[in-house]
C-alpha cells in the first residue's frame, strides 16, 4: 500500500505546492510510483505538472461529491500520476458537511488506488478547514514545509494542535513525516536564525536538506514542469533529489 502524505501548511506562501511537485517528480526519478492528488482549490500542483485545471474533468471534485471513480480521474504525465482539482472544489466544503462520514470521503477515494502507488502525495489548502480535515485523515504522515523567513512558526502550533485532535479522534495511525526548511538563503543571518528555531522546536524531526530560494523553481510552474525537467541540474533539483531520498531512507 502506498505511503500516504499529506504536505500541510495553513500559512500561504511558504512553498507548499512547490515541495509537494517538485518532491514528486523526485520520488518518480528514484524509480518510485507516486501519485499526486492536488486538493487546493487554487490548482496550482495541477498546473504545475501541465495540466489544463480549467477542462479537468473528473476531477477529485467529482470523485468526492458526484461518486466518480477515482481510478477514472486519474491523469498520467511524464513525471508522475495526478488526480487533478478545479474550481469548483472551492464550494466543497459546503457540500460536503451534509455527507455521512464526511471526514474520510478522500480517504475512501484515495483507498481505491493506494495499491498501485509507493507514495500518495496529498497537496492542500492554505487552511484548516474540511478540505484539509480530509486530507489529515486520508494520511499516514503530515510533512510541513516552513519557510525561513519571520513569522515562519506563526500558526505552526494551531496546525500541530489540530493534527493531535486528527491522530485521536478520526486517524490514529496519523504522524508528523517530518519539517522541510524552504527559501532558505545562506547569505542572511534571518534564514540561519530562522533554521536553528525550527529545529529547537521540531527536535529531530527537521530535514537535513534545505531547499534554497532559487530563480529557477520560481519559473518552473510557468512552464508547466517540476524544476527536475525544467532545470536538472539547478539548485533547486538538487535540493528536491537529496530531499526525495531522505523521504526515501525514512520507509526503510
Known amino acids: 500500500?502506498?505511503?500516504?502524505?499529506?504536505?500541510?501548511?495553513?500559512?500561504?506562501?511558504?512553498?507548499?505546492?512547490?515541495?509537494?511537485?517538485?518532491?514528486?517528480?523526485?520520488?518518480?526519478?528514484?524509480?518510485?510510483?507516486?501519485?499526486?492528488?492536488?486538493?487546493?482549490?487554487?490548482?496550482?500542483?495541477?498546473?504545475?505538472?501541465?495540466?489544463?485545471?480549467?477542462?479537468?474533468?473528473?476531477?477529485?471534485?467529482?470523485?468526492?461529491?458526484?461518486?466518480?471513480?477515482?481510478?477514472?480521474?486519474?491523469?498520467?504525465?511524464?513525471?508522475?500520476?495526478?488526480?487533478?482539482?478545479?474550481?469548483?472544489?472551492?464550494?466543497?466544503?459546503?457540500?460536503?458537511?451534509?455527507?455521512?462520514?464526511?471526514?474520510?470521503?478522500?480517504?475512501?477515494?484515495?483507498?481505491s488506488v493506494a495499491e498501485d502507488y509507493d507514495y500518495i502525495l496529498i497537496d492542500c489548502p492554505p487552511s484548516l478547514e474540511l478540505l484539509t480535515l480530509n486530507a489529515l485523515c486520508a494520511a499516514d504522515s503530515v510533512l510541513v514545509p516552513v519557510q525561513c523567513e519571520y513569522y515562519a512558526l506563526e500558526g505552526l502550533s494551531d496546525l500541530l494542535g489540530t493534527v493531535r485532535i486528527v491522530k485521536r479522534s478520526l486517524n490514529p495511525g496519523l504522524s508528523l513525516q517530518g519539517v522541510v526548511l524552504t527559501m532558505f538563503d545562506s547569505r542572511t543571518n534571518l534564514s540561519m536564525q530562522v533554521a536553528e528555531e525550527v529545529k529547537r522546536h521540531f527536535p529531530g524531526l527537521v530535514y537535513a536538506t534545505v531547499i534554497p530560494r532559487n530563480v529557477r523553481l520560481s519559473e518552473a510552474p510557468s512552464h508547466g514542469k517540476p524544476i527536475d525537467a525544467y532545470d536538472p541540474i539547478s539548485r533547486g533539483a538538487e535540493s528536491y533529489a537529496a530531499l526525495a531520498e531522505e523521504v526515501i531512507e525514512q520507509g526503510t
Open 1 to 111: 500500500m502506498a505511503k500516504r502524505i499529506a504536505i500541510v501548511n495553513q500559512k500561504g506562501g511558504v512553498g507548499k505546492t512547490t515541495t509537494c511537485v517538485n518532491l514528486a517528480s523526485a520520488l518518480r526519478a528514484q524509480g518510485k510510483r507516486v501519485l499526486v492528488c492536488d486538493f487546493d482549490p487554487q490548482a496550482n500542483a495541477t498546473s504545475g505538472f501541465g495540466i489544463d485545471k480549467t477542462t479537468a474533468n473528473p476531477s477529485i471534485y467529482e470523485v468526492l461529491i458526484a461518486g466518480a471513480e477515482c481510478r477514472k480521474a486519474i491523469l498520467h504525465t511524464p513525471y508522475c500520476d495526478v488526480i487533478p482539482v478545479n474550481k469548483a472544489l472551492a464550494g466543497a466544503g459546503i457540500e460536503m458537511i451534509g455527507m455521512p462520514d464526511r471526514e474520510h470521503l478522500l480517504r475512501r477515494a484515495l483507498d
